[in-house]
């Protein structure tokens, strides 16, 4: 890895990092400054900065740590795979929870891509005129299940049209705290990027504005466990049925976060980590220590069913939820039911 190190001049004071940067290393520009500074290899003094917009301190030395170049085309890797179908156009598998689909910074290599170059190769026809696999939705890298991916071009294609017309049958499994109310609905909320953090999502207010885009998702809770309010007798938590009729980024758990039942171990949305309930038990408190260290969103694509875009053949996959979540399911089932 190799470094760039300006010391700051007092003419420079008071100037973004960014901006300084830029014109200081001839060999970034400002936005590719930004982009460094966001991923954490910029120093000041010898402690990290990540704000672009942090203000120039004469005398301070400021350091870019270059990352290593890496290929302009993801590579090949033998990865583990779990293909549930696969022909001539398609092959659709069962995701693991932790593996990103897309190589990106700091997820170059281990990715669905990857491993897809591998499984498909001398299989590929040239999607967009280069070999690789059609990706044409996503599941976040925290997320499990269905997947499918196009290996020609007519199949990229007509996946595309489908995805785009709604004509798919999507159904996720998620671990809330809390239950919906009602148990089953519909959250029709626009979508936007937040403007407070560009990595995240919510809820926009105005659905008209050309920043959100309609979100659709049907919910249903099938099971609900413990008691978190005495009163109410609000369920502690539950198994939520997701479908969707739109397809946004992180669309269920901005929802979910949304009508007040956050996926459990969403680190993004969660808000706070594990749930509440009342009771006693040993059972009980087991449940509440598997929920609290439950190290990603349970969040499971279950679901996959659509026209095969070549063949027209009627196509529909079923992926039971991973150990973990079974694990964390069959923890709940021993949350008091008297509170």
């Known amino acids: 890895m190799s470094q760039i190190e300006i010391t700051a001049a007092p003419e420079d004071a008071g100037q973004r990092l960014d901006a300084f940067l830029g014109a200081k290393a001839a060999e970034i520009s400002r936005s590719r400054a930004k982009a460094l500074i966001e991923e954490g290899v910029v120093t000041v003094d010898g402690k990290v900065e990540v704000s672009p917009r942090a203000p120039i301190k004469p005398g301070s030395v400021y350091i870019i740590h270059m990352p290593v170049p890496v290929a302009a085309e993801p590579q090949a890797e033998a990865l583990p795979l779990e293909i549930l179908f696969e022909d001539d156009h398609l092959v659709i598998l069962d995701k693991a929870a932790g593996m990103a689909v897309h190589p990106a910074p700091g997820n170059e290599t281990g990715t669905l891509v990857n491993a897809l170059l591998h499984h498909c190769k001398g299989q590929l026809s040239g999607i967009g005129g280069v070999e690789r696999p059609g990706i044409v939705h996503r599941l976040d890298k925290l997320t499990s299940g269905v997947m499918v991916a196009a290996k020609t071009e007519i199949a990229h294609t007509g996946l595309a049209a ?103 171990g969403d680190p993004v949305y969660g808000r706070q980590m594990g749930i509440s309930a009342l009771g006693s038990g040993a059972g009980h408190a087991a449940a509440l220590t598997v929920a609290r260290a439950f190290p990603r969103q349970a969040l499971h694509a279950a679901v996959l069913g659509f026209v095969h875009p070549v063949t027209g053949e009627t196509l529909r996959f079923e992926a039971p939820v991973p150990p973990d979540m079974a694990e964390l399911i069959r923890a709940l089932k021993g949350l008091s039911k008297d509170g």
Request: hydrophobic share 40%.
């Open 162 to 264: 489908l995805f785009e017309q709604h004509d798919i049958e999507r159904m996720y499994l998620a671990v809330t705290r809390g239950a919906p109310r009602p148990l089953s609905g519909t959250v029709d909320a626009a979508i936007a990027r937040s403007v407070t953090d560009r990595k995240k999502m919510s809820v926009h207010r105005n659905p008209d504005s050309p920043a959100a885009r309609r979100a659709v998702t049907h919910y249903k809770a099938v099971e609900t466990w413990g008691v978190r309010d005495k009163h109410t007798r609000a369920p502690a938590a539950a198994l939520v049925e997701c479908r969707l009729e739109t397809g946004r980024t992180h669309q269920i758990r901005v929802h979910l976060a949304h009508i007040g039942v956050p996926v459990i």
